[in-house]
């Protein structure tokens, strides 16, 4: 059974940084593109980042471009997302998220985390 | 970025009943289209990419069809375990982007 099990949520002031971990277990890790979906409070789904599968190619919403890092450890079967410059705008559940492969086009996510939260205020 | 733009947002409908919900892409995505649906406190489950496929598990009461602007997301016979919030999502570009979302609720 595929699994993804983010932690790292949490508190944060504005300005603050924050470091996400997404442990996936349950599939070939290195076999697929993932990424980070989040969520604000009583609002729509938002997509913030992916990784391709050797982590060669990075790509970003223009809401966090130059404040946050995604990363992956295929050792580990970790995904990470490095967050800096945090802002209230930030608040959300931050989901992981596994591509679907062989659909073509860019990233089709079929398997979802149950989410961390990350709220920032002072 | 490309827009996605659902309707209705909110949509009241019974058990039995044959739902629809759109969503309009602000520029051509070919058939580069996903449905998801959200339960209150619950992840996002992938049901149709590719605007009309399947994914693997769920009910054929979901169809999905369109290409390049318009798309629709049809529940054939509504089910209670249905009564969720749909997103769509465009994957024609590296620049990802989701529908606002369209909630079904008990009439």
């Known amino acids: 059974e595929v699994q993804l099990a983010e932690s790292g949520g949490g508190l944060v002031q504005p300005g603050g940084s924050l470091r996400l971990s997404c442990a996936a277990s349950?599939?070939?890790?290195?076999?697929?593109?993932l990424g980070w979906v989040r969520q604000a409070p009583g609002k729509g789904l938002e997509w913030v980042s992916v990784i391709s599968i050797r982590g060669d190619f990075t790509y970003y919403a223009d809401s966090v471009k130059g404040r946050v890092t995604i990363s992956r450890d295929n050792w580990k079967t970790t995904l990470y997302l490095q967050m800096n410059g945090l802002r209230a705008e930030d608040t959300a559940v931050y989901y992981c998220?596994?591509?679907?492969?062989?659909?073509?086009?860019?990233?089709?996510?079929?398997?979802w985390g149950k989410g961390t939260l990350v709220t920032v205020s002072s | 970025d490309i827009q996605m733009t659902q309707s209705p947002s909110t949509l009241s409908a019974s058990v039995g009943d044959r739902v629809t919900i759109t969503c309009r892409a602000s520029q051509g995505v070919s058939d580069l289209l996903a449905w998801y649906q959200q339960k209150p406190g619950k992840a996002p489950q992938l049901l149709i990419y590719r605007a009309s496929r399947l994914n693997s598990g769920v009910p054929s009461r979901f169809s999905g069809s369109g290409s390049g602007t318009e798309f629709t997301l049809t529940i054939s016979s509504l089910q209670p375990d249905d009564f969720a919030t749909y997103y769509c999502?465009?994957?024609?570009?590296?620049?990802?982007?989701f529908g606002g979302g369209s909630k079904v609720e008990i009439k």
């Open positions: 998220v596994k591509e679907l492969v062989g659909v073509g086009g860019s990233y089709v996510f079929d398997k």
């Open positions: 349950g599939f070939t890790f290195n076999s697929h593109a």
């Open positions: 999502q465009q994957f024609n570009t590296f620049s990802l982007t």
